[in-house]
């Protein structure tokens, strides 16, 4: 079936350091959308690509979607410990109208 | 303006009771889901509805069953309990791009 896969799945940091997450999809993607969840908390909408090598960013935040739209990377410049959470990649499934999600990557910042 | 809202926040059932989840979103959005999330494991989809007056299966949705009253509202209830129903339970409503969740209900099962 349709699957999301994304590494790592943690990842710990020292504030100040830079972070990568990478999200790959086993089908063809109209559209990648991100979200975060804050520990405690829910998923909360980033941003959404839909583009073939589209890349966007949001302050220290830079979204990509892969030529291809089989996959995504999110970077996170000079991390903070405000960015400390999971982050989630998704993607529209292929039949239905929901959204398949990936598995995570739980970032820990260390001050 | 609230969202997604979930009730309850925090329930502890034994193994066999049912219980009924609730949520309601005000965005008018047609398309409500539920998932739940297991640590390591992201969130998996219970069930969805596209819109109201239907619904359809998701990735797990052995074990409970759910219910679109209206737009605003889509319920999941869980007729007996299983340990293994012991997960972190999200609603969420899309009008057409992002999902919008609700602050989740934390269910334990003993």
């Not at chain 1, 966007?56 to 999110?74: C, I, V, Y």
């Not at chain 1, 039949?95 to 990936?102: E, P, S």
């Not at chain 2, 359809?56 to 340990?83: H, I, Q, T």
Request: net charge positive; glycine share 10%; proline share 5%.
């Amino acid at each position: 079936g349709q699957q999301v896969m994304q590494i790592p799945q943690y990842q710990h940091v020292q504030e100040g350091e830079d972070f990568t997450t990478y999200c790959n999809s086993s089908t063809t993607l109209s559209n990648i959308q991100w979200y975060k969840q804050r520990p405690g908390g829910h998923p909360v909408f980033l941003i959404q690509l839909v583009k073939s090598g589209e890349v966007k960013k949001q302050k220290r935040l830079t979204f990509q979607f892969g030529e291809a739209k089989k996959n995504s990377s999110l970077h996170i410049t000079a991390t903070q410990t405000t960015d400390v959470g999971t982050y989630f990649c998704a993607g529209p499934r292929n039949y239905g109208q929901n959204f398949v999600f990936g598995p995570g990557t739980r970032l820990s910042v260390l001050p | 303006n609230a969202g997604v809202t979930q009730t309850p926040k925090f329930q502890v059932l034994k193994t066999g009771q049912s219980m009924t989840l609730q949520c309601a979103q005000d965005m008018n959005h047609n398309s409500m889901y539920w998932y739940r999330q297991d640590p390591g494991m992201g969130l998996r989809l219970i069930y969805y509805s596209a819109s109201e007056g239907t619904t359809d299966k998701g990735e797990v949705p052995n074990g409970y069953n759910v219910s679109r009253l209206n737009k605003r509202e889509f319920s999941l209830r869980l007729e007996s309990a299983a340990p293994s129903q012991t997960s972190v339970y999200f609603c969420a409503s899309s009008g057409g791009r992002e999902a919008f969740f609700g602050q989740g209900t934390r269910l334990t099962v003993v």
